[in-house]
Structures are given as structure tokens and as C-alpha cells.
């Protein structure tokens, strides 16, 4: 798939120069950005940070939050597709739905019937993660052996903490990884570093992934 990105941009490290920018329509970083940083950035300077993607409402400085449509806890990506701006309220009162969950609670608020909505939004939730499904659109999966996976990261036992051990309950209770990980359009590993430590320690041979085929890793 192809990420959404602004006909130009540049990001820089105060440290190290330009990590990332735009040529010819492909977004081009060095390893030593940090990706889920790159594409927040990327998407307040398509979005703006002024008005609230859900409730339309202006936004001040301190009441700004990047929300995911599509939520984490049910693999929402964090790529451009997947951010928007969204004021602390809507941000807090979404919590795990997706764009359209979250209209139609809105709908049911109005028509008396939120509490009833609820519950079978919650139920629905749980045989989402029973089903081994993910609630992100089909398009943006793919599937790919984790040896054709690149990484450039020396591995110890110190990524074994807290954000791992959760990855791996998850895994154990419903069977299925929690989210998928994110590629460049070579296969290079953008986001999803204890995702792949996961699948190797448990012999997972195959991860669904998402590709971008508009993001390339660069020397």
C-alpha cells in the first residue's frame, strides 16, 4: 500500500541533519529516525493540528492529541493513513473504536440508545479477538515469511520488558499477534521490532505485514 504524504517535506535531527524526505513522490529516512515520531509529524502537516478530525471544533496547543481511526488494540498502524488530529475529549471518549464506531455511538447517543450500543459493540470486539481478525481495512495486509524480514538491530534479552511481555500474554490468550508490523517497500523493517522477536521465539513463521510500497529505508 501506499502511505498518504505532502508533496514535500523534510525532517530533521538536531544532531544528525535530515533523516527523512520526499523525492519523486517516495518518502526516504535513515535508520535513525524514529518512525512513529516521522509520521505524526506527517500527519499534522497534512492535517493540521487546529481542528478535530471527529467533533470539527477548534483545538488549542494543550488540548491536541493524534488519534488513531483505526485503533491500536486492534492493529491500527501508525502511518499516515491511520492519524488524525483529534481534541482530548473525542481522543478519551473514542478509546478502542474505529472512525465508524465511534460515529454511530455518537448516533446512538442521540437516539437514547448509547448504553445498548455499547454492549454490542463489546461483545462484537471480543469475537474480533477470538476470530483472529484485525480491524483495519484487508487492502493494507499482506502476508511475508519473517526471514525475508531486514533488520539492523543487535538483539539482547533487555527488549524483554514490559511492552513485550503484554505482546506475548495477548499472544497466548487469543493465539494470534496482536498487530501486524510495518516494511519499506523492500522489506525493511519500519515498526514492529518485538512483534518479530515474538514470532521468532515462538517459531511463527509468517507475520501479516503491511507494505509501503511510497517508504524506503536509505544508507
Known amino acids: 500500500m501506499n502511505i498518504e504524504l505532502p508533496k514535500e517535506f523534510s525532517f530533521k535531527n538536531e544532531r544528525k541533519g535530515k533523516v527523512a524526505f520526499i523525492e519523486d513522490g517516495v518518502l526516504k529516512i535513515t535508520r535513525q529516525v524514529n518512525f512513529e515520531r516521522l509520521m505524526i509529524e506527517l500527519s499534522y502537516k497534512m492535517r493540521g493540528k487546529e481542528k478535530c478530525y471527529y467533533c470539527n471544533q477548534k483545538i488549542t496547543k494543550e488540548q491536541v492529541t ?31 473504536m474505529t472512525y465508524y464506531q465511534y460515529m454511530a455511538l455518537l448516533e446512538a447517543e442521540e437516539s437514547g440508545l448509547k448504553g445498548k450500543y455499547l454492549r454490542a459493540l463489546r461483545q462484537y470486539q471480543g469475537s474480533i479477538k477470538s476470530d483472529q481478525q484485525y480491524q483495519i481495512p484487508k487492502d493494507w495486509i499482506t502476508e511475508k515469511e519473517i526471514t525475508d524480514i531486514i533488520t539492523c538491530v543487535t538483539l539482547d534479552e533487555n527488549y524483554k520488558g514490559k511492552r513485550y511481555h503484554s505482546l506475548e500474554r495477548y499472544y497466548l490468550k487469543y493465539n494470534k499477534i496482536k498487530k501486524p508490523i510495518v516494511l519499506d517497500r523492500n522489506s525493511f523493517l519500519l515498526d514492529g521490532f518485538l512483534v518479530l522477536m515474538l514470532a521468532k521465539n515462538y517459531k511463527i513463521n509468517k507475520l501479516a505485514v503491511i507494505e509501503l510500497e511510497n517508504v524506503e529505508v536509505i544508507i
Do not use: Q, Y
Open 66 to 96: 493524534i488519534d488513531h481511526k483505526f485503533p491500536i488494540n486492534f492493529g491500527g498502524p501508525t502511518i499516515t493513513n491511520n492519524l488524525f488530529p483529534a481534541c482530548k475529549s473525542c481522543n478519551r471518549k473514542k478509546e478502542n
